[in-house]
């Protein structure tokens, strides 16, 4: 859990350029439905652990959610240097979020862009994987991805564990890209739960981060619905360490829930959450 919420984050200065990002840090950043900016205060590695402890109690089910390919609801990024100031004003943050998204998004593009060269031209280097990198071709940066971002701000993180992170303030942004979902964004399912006083007309709200976390949730299911899991689960499972007849389909659905109801094997404890 410390590696997801804090290890696997990317990090980047607020203001400054973006560091280039590697092949793990693009991996992790594909196949997730929303970014979650974590704007750095005192306690900021615990708020990730915890958070990401939260969000996968909600998101997980054993035996049906699909986590091929890194699939997860959310990437943490740590953003580092943002101004801690009550004055700045709601709609100035939402677009610089929003341009910082844009950023890191497209710093996923070069990285994906140069690992396709390096294929290519076979220049790979002692660490790098040619079967890894060609893993590259099942790993996209998902639209709601680019649509959507949530912000969490470190300084109104009390250190509670992942059983009381729900009620903190969180802002959801929408960076007005909408290319490739199936329908546009509102808020209207979720108005009895937004702070009146505190929402931007361009399309930025605060509310609770159980909120924001379940209405991202609600997409990503939509999306799905439309579309499909992209890239489809069907075609690009192949699962390691089997001999024989293959079962078709994701491995996500490999087990039959009838026979075995409940979640066995080793799973249970290595993903075992003590907050």
């Given at each position: 859990m410390y590696r997801q919420g804090v290890v696997r984050a990317y990090?980047?200065?607020?203001?400054?350029?973006?560091?280039?990002?590697?092949?793990?840090?693009?991996?992790?950043?594909?196949?997730?439905?929303?970014?979650?900016?974590?704007?750095?205060?005192d306690s900021y590695r615990s708020l990730g652990v915890e958070l990401h402890n939260y969000i996968y109690r909600g998101w997980f089910r054993p035996y049906r959610s699909e986590i091929e390919h890194e699939r997860f609801l959310c990437k943490f990024i740590h953003v580092y240097g943002f101004p801690q100031d009550t004055k700045l004003s709601l709609p100035i943050t939402a677009a610089a979020m929003t341009m910082v998204n844009q950023d890191v998004c497209a710093e996923a593009e070069k990285t994906r862009r140069r690992i396709h060269h390096m294929i290519v031209s076979r220049n790979l280097g002692r660490t790098w994987n040619t079967d890894h990198l060609e893993r590259t071709r099942f790993h996209i940066i998902q639209p709601l991805f680019r649509a959507i971002l949530i912000l969490v701000a470190g300084w109104d993180y009390q250190l509670q564990d992942s059983s009381a992170v729900g009620p903190i303030?969180?802002?959801?942004?929408?960076?007005?890209?909408?290319?490739?979902?199936?329908a546009p964004i509102t808020f209207e399912s979720i108005s009895g739960k937004i702070d009146a006083d505190v929402r931007d007309a361009s399309g930025t709200v605060k509310t609770t981060l159980e909120t924001a976390v379940d209405f991202v949730m609600g997409l990503e299911e939509r999306e799905a619905a439309a579309f499909g899991l992209r890239p489809d689960p069907v075609t690009t499972c192949k699962p390691p360490g089997l001999n024989g007849t293959l079962p078709v389909g994701?491995?996500?659905?490999?087990?039959?829930?009838?026979?075995?109801?409940?979640?066995?094997?080793?799973?249970p404890g290595m993903t075992q959450i003590p907050g």
């Open positions: 990090r980047m200065e607020f203001g400054k350029p973006l560091r280039e990002m590697d092949f793990p840090a693009f991996i992790d950043t594909c196949n997730k439905s929303v970014p979650i900016y974590i704007l750095r205060g303030p969180a802002h959801l942004v929408l960076t007005g890209i909408t290319d490739g979902l199936s994701p491995t996500s659905r490999f087990v039959d829930t009838e026979r075995f109801p409940h979640w066995g094997g080793g799973g």
